[in-house]
């Protein structure tokens, strides 16, 4: 498994203009193929009139899942230099949809590649990138009298809190690097004078 990979920061829409040719970039962090698919449904319905709507999408944290299409563009021309864009970028987790209204002057199969892929790329960096890192969920259960100084400390720290539940304990879930574990078990019970005790859970990603 992965232990990082980059993303998208947020939706957004970047457009550039070609030889009197539109082309309009939409891009969208997703988590799944079927999220993938709505999205560059609801783009061809926001756009009814434009002639193509060029699609990629790489998911998975290893980029696993990769998938184009040039949507009546000539072969290779749109979707595949649109998939190169991210994969070149190392992105996941992400689909990007290029909508193009024919301008009346033809551009090529090279002004066509450069056109896709530039302006993926440009969305890319308009719109912003966020890096999620691996994380071992944790969960640090503590008395009363301790918990609200570890969770400051914690926060303090940089710590990924993740959720505090109060009961006849309180419970505080973190994620941590698999590496930080050791370190972070000494740290604890030095802070708790051994009083705190921590159950290791699954894994997820995390913005750092």
Same mark, same amino acid.
């Given at each position: ?74 072969? !290779?021309?749109? @979707? ?6 991210? $994969?070149?970028? #190392?992105?996941?987790? /992400?689909?990007?949809? +290029? *909508? ?7 551009? !090529?199969?090279? @002004? ?6 530039? $302006?993926?790329? #440009?969305?890319?960096? /308009?719109?912003?990138? +966020? *890096? ?77």
């Amino acid at each position: 498994m992965q232990d990082q990979y980059r993303t998208l920061a947020h939706e957004g829409v970047h457009e550039i203009e070609i030889n009197k040719s539109r082309f309009i970039c939409a891009l969208a962090p997703v988590a799944t193929e079927a999220e993938a698919q709505d999205f560059i449904a609801r783009i061809r319905k926001e756009h009814p009139a434009a002639r193509h709507h060029c699609w990629a999408y790489v998911l998975g944290a290893d980029g696993g899942v990769q998938k184009a299409s040039d949507d009546g563009e000539p072969g !290779g021309t749109a @979707g595949v230099p649109m998939l190169q864009m991210l $994969v070149r970028r #190392e992105m996941r987790y /992400v689909v990007a949809v +290029v *909508t193009r209204y024919f301008g009346g002057v033809k551009l !090529g199969a090279g @002004g066509l590649i450069r056109a896709y892929g530039g $302006v993926v790329g #440009e969305a890319l960096d /308009v719109l912003g990138t +966020v *890096t999620r890192q691996r994380f071992r969920l944790v969960t640090v259960t503590v008395d009363h009298q301790r918990a609200g100084r570890v969770e400051n400390d914690l926060r303090a720290t940089g710590r990924s809190v993740r959720e505090v539940t109060y009961g006849a304990e309180v419970r505080i879930e973190i994620g941590l690097p698999e590496a930080d574990l050791d370190a972070f078990r000494a740290w604890l019970a030095d802070a708790t004078a051994g009083t705190a005790r921590l159950e290791q859970g699954g894994e997820a990603y995390g913005e750092i």
